[in-house]
């Protein structure tokens, strides 16, 4: 499936638009305590620790925006917009939301 954050595929025009899909990802206070553990991984103001867990939720929010797409049986999601966002009482929670436009292609 073809995922994209531009609103047209090159040469593939969409012919039917099946409705907005979305996918959630919220990471728990408990990997973020983990990642803290971690963090004497910091080099040069990196922490490979957190580019894993920010990696591993945005992968997980893409994936079920697919699924959800697939289920409609569409061919691409264009559109695909990507926010990350604190929450709880101490933003000790991390949420993904990807979200775009299932589409049938022609061409």
């Given at each position: 499936m073809i995922v994209t954050t531009t609103p047209t595929i090159e040469g593939?025009?969409?012919?039917?638009?099946?409705?907005?899909?979305s996918g959630e990802t919220i990471m728990g206070a408990n990997i973020f305590r983990d990642i803290l553990a971690g963090i004497r991984d910091i080099v040069g103001g990196r922490s490979g620790a957190w580019e894993e867990v920010m990696q591993q939720?945005?992968?997980e929010a893409l994936l079920e925006m697919q699924d959800h797409a697939a289920r409609l049986d569409a061919d691409a999601v264009i559109g695909v917009q990507l926010t990350f966002n604190a929450l709880g009482a101490s933003d000790s929670m991390l949420m993904v939301t990807a979200s775009g436009t299932a589409v049938k292609l022609g061409g």
């Open positions: 593939r025009p969409a012919t039917h638009y099946l409705g907005i899909v939720a945005r992968k």
